[in-house]
Nanobody, 126 residues
Framework: QVQLVESGGGLVQAGGSLRLSCAAS????????MGWFRQNPGKEREFVAA????????NYADSAKDRFTISRDNVKNTVYLQMNSLKPEDTAVYYC???????????????????WGQGTQVTVSS
């Protein structure tokens, strides 16, 4: 079992920055890949970024490239999403997720992850 708890969401003006955190507990943190997704009401959950077990590989959605950075601290059992130059269209509930089934890969779809946090709201005002 893996438990995930996100934090760091909030209200920010366009052009601002936020750093989301996701604290993990349960299994050894470095044994699984991690991802960030986001979702708005009535829409599908959308891939944002993912990072491999040891942080050597990352993958980003086109919408996140050059603005967002995913990182992890395997000592603190935490994955981060640094979001810069935020836009109103980044408004969503952001979820972190753990892939304990195929940890050697970096999945980009929700089906690739088996544990999820409760989500944290990010609102970007124009």
């Amino acid at each position: 079992q893996v438990q995930l708890v996100e934090s760091g969401g909030g209200l920010v003006q366009a052009g601002g920055s936020l750093r989301l955190s996701c604290a993990a507990s349960g299994r050894t943190f470095s044994s699984y890949a991690m991802g960030w997704f986001r979702q708005n009401p009535g829409k599908e959950r959308e891939f944002v970024a993912a990072i491999s077990r040891y942080g050597r590989s990352t993958n980003y959605a086109d919408s996140a490239k050059d603005r967002f950075t995913i990182s992890r601290d395997n000592v603190k059992n935490t994955v981060y999403l640094q979001m810069n130059s935020l836009k109103p269209e980044d408004t969503a509930v952001y979820y972190c997720a753990a892939d304990t089934i195929t940890p050697a890969t970096i999945a980009t779809t929700p089906r690739g992850y088996d544990y999820w946090g409760q989500g944290t709201q990010v609102t970007v005002s124009s």
